[in-house]
């Protein structure tokens, strides 16, 4: 079956940088659109970034541009989230997901990870 597993969570203070996994097996990954979201306690899930299946599109939350970034390797079945200048207000847990095109969307994926934990405090 299609399973998705991030990793790279933890606790950093702010201004730090974390750098998310997301590696998938069960489906052909360079065939799939990779997008990340993320859901902060009390809070519905919010789109973070987005990229093409080759990778030459890329998608950001407007809160997140020039701060993240999206890249996947796909000799690895990877996808990545470089998060660079971390705020307290993007502590959340951040979901990978895998769909047929990048989206802003929830409903555009159909296969979704566990979650990996991103805590941003002082």
């Known amino acids: 079956q299609v399973q998705l597993v991030e990793s790279g969570g933890g606790l950093v203070q702010p201004g730090d940088s974390l750098r998310l996994s997301c590696v998938v097996s069960g489906r052909t990954f360079s065939r799939y659109a990779m997008g990340w979201f993320r859901q902060a306690p009390g809070k519905e899930h919010m789109f973070v970034a987005a990229?093409?299946?080759?990778?030459?599109?890329?998608y950001y939350a407007d809160s997140v541009k020039g701060r993240f970034t999206i890249s996947r390797d796909n000799a690895k079945d990877t996808v990545y989230l470089q998060m660079n200048s971390l705020k307290p207000e993007d502590a959340a847990v951040y979901y990978c997901a895998s769909g047929d095109v990048p989206s802003r969307s929830r409903d555009a994926y159909d296969y979704w990870g566990q979650g990996t934990q991103v805590t941003v405090s002082s």
């Open positions: 990229i093409s299946w080759s990778g030459d599109s890329t």
